[in-house]
């Protein structure tokens, strides 16, 4: 179109308010990019939802989670049990911020934490170029898990329950409760195995894979006395495809599997004996093949055996368990 000519006034562009949003800048991108939108207070400061609610011990809110840019990027919550998580994805979030070529004061600027990420990055390439031959070459459908069980499980809730239990010692701290079942007034929720024996069925939908200190009523991991498995759970991938990743890991990698619960839901939770070997890299294989994360907390609650599910879903089963995997 011609420019018209003539006395016609044509408006300036400061004379038209603009309703498109502001530019995000690249640390604002990188932020979101690891923590979901942010309603950003200034250009270094926002507020959003912890990505770690799972692990709070008290409702969660929807502004609980500060974000900040300037000095040494980072995450900060309200609740301190997420405060390692956060302090990782921190970590995480500086790396990130360098590889854009943003620059701060940080002592984690260095070359060693560059050489870290990059370490972090070739795992995560092998795991996803390996994912489809874990499902072709370690297939292990349901029903021939169930099949494979060295000992048969028991169908009653009760029996269910029972043989639970035999994953711990006698003498161990073991939580049971509901998500929030944690602080003074759920001292009741961490009892010895022995004492948990005494209920012909379990009170509560949860449970966790650690011991916990005698005398402690918080279900955080400063409280966790050892952690004696590691509950490796998927709500990526059909049942089949997260049966093909325990035998994965019973078989080629050597991880002790003692039990494996249906949880009633869509998942399966694959217990197995808290490996020896450094967990970081687990964890990024693990994350990279479509297994939950949050399972590597040693505080986290997962689903007990021998109870309905408290959201209306199915029975929470045992479907499997081997004797000689127990970790006691």
């Given at each position: 179109?011609?420019?018209?000519?003539?006395?016609?006034?044509?408006?300036?562009?400061?004379?038209?308010?603009?309703?498109?949003?502001?530019?995000?800048?690249?640390?604002?991108?990188?932020?979101?990019?690891?923590?979901?939108?942010?309603?950003?207070?200034?250009?270094?400061?926002?507020?959003?939802?912890?990505?770690?609610?799972?692990?709070?011990?008290?409702?969660?809110?929807?502004?609980?989670?500060?974000?900040?840019?300037?000095?040494?990027?980072?995450?900060?919550?309200?609740?301190?049990?997420?405060?390692?998580?956060?302090?990782?994805?921190?970590?995480?979030f500086r790396t990130q911020l360098l590889e854009v070529g943003l620059g701060f004061t940080c002592p984690e600027t260095s070359l060693q934490s560059?050489?870290?990420?990059?370490?972090?990055?070739?795992?995560?390439?092998?795991?996803?170029?390996?994912?489809?031959?874990?499902?072709?070459?370690?297939?292990?459908?349901?029903?021939?898990?169930?099949?494979?069980?060295?000992?048969?499980?028991?169908?009653?809730?009760?029996?269910?329950?029972?043989?639970?239990?035999?994953?711990?010692?006698?003498?161990?701290?073991?939580?049971?409760?509901?998500?929030?079942?944690?602080?003074?007034?759920?001292?009741g929720s961490f009892r010895t195995a022995s004492d948990w024996r005494a209920f012909e069925a379990s009170i509560a939908n949860y449970t966790c894979?650690?011991?916990?200190?005698?005398?402690?009523?918080?279900?955080?991991?400063?409280?966790?006395?050892?952690?004696?498995?590691?509950?490796?759970?998927?709500?990526?991938?059909?049942?089949?495809?997260?049966?093909?990743?325990?035998?994965?890991?019973?078989?080629?990698?050597?991880?002790?599997?003692?039990?494996?619960?249906?949880?009633?839901?869509?998942?399966?939770?694959?217990?197995?004996?808290?490996?020896?070997?450094?967990?970081?890299?687990?964890?990024?294989?693990?994350?990279?093949?479509?297994?939950?994360?949050?399972?590597?907390t040693p505080s986290q609650p997962v689903r007990i055996p021998g109870i309905m599910r408290e959201d209306g879903g199915g029975m929470q089963k045992?479907?499997?368990?081997?004797?000689?995997?127990?970790?006691?």
């Amino acid at each position: 179109m011609k420019q018209p000519t003539g006395d016609l006034e044509l408006p300036h562009e400061e004379s038209r308010p603009s309703t498109a949003e502001p530019r995000k800048t690249k640390g604002q991108v990188v932020a979101e990019r690891l923590v979901g939108e942010v309603g950003w207070e200034t250009e270094t400061v926002g507020l959003c939802s912890c990505p770690f609610q799972d692990f709070h011990t008290h409702v969660s809110g929807r502004k609980d989670c500060r974000v900040h840019l300037d000095g040494a990027p980072n995450f900060h919550c309200v609740h301190e049990s997420c405060k390692e998580h956060l302090a990782a994805l921190s970590q995480e979030f500086r790396t990130q911020l360098l590889e854009v070529g943003l620059g701060f004061t940080c002592p984690e600027t260095s070359l060693q934490s560059r050489q870290a990420y990059r370490r972090q990055e070739q795992s995560r390439q092998r795991a996803r170029k390996s994912a489809p031959l874990i499902q072709r070459d370690y297939a292990w459908t349901l029903q021939k898990l169930k099949l494979d069980s060295p000992v048969d499980v028991p169908g009653a809730p009760t029996g269910q329950y029972q043989r639970f239990l035999d994953l711990f010692a006698e003498d161990d701290i073991v939580w049971i409760g509901e998500r929030y079942s944690s602080g003074i007034r759920h001292l009741g929720s961490f009892r010895t195995a022995s004492d948990w024996r005494a209920f012909e069925a379990s009170i509560a939908n949860y449970t966790c894979p650690s011991t916990f200190i005698p005398g402690e009523y918080r279900r955080s991991n400063d409280c966790v006395k050892q952690r004696r498995y590691l509950v490796v759970e998927s709500d990526k991938l059909s049942r089949d495809e997260t049966c093909a990743v325990f035998r994965w890991l019973k078989e080629a990698c050597d991880w002790g599997l003692a039990a494996v619960v249906d949880t009633g839901g869509k998942s399966l939770h694959g217990w197995f004996r808290s490996p020896d070997e450094d967990l970081e890299e687990a964890k990024i294989v693990l994350g990279e093949l479509g297994c939950d994360t949050k399972m590597f907390t040693p505080s986290q609650p997962v689903r007990i055996p021998g109870i309905m599910r408290e959201d209306g879903g199915g029975m929470q089963k045992l479907i499997y368990f081997d004797p000689a995997e127990v970790n006691v």
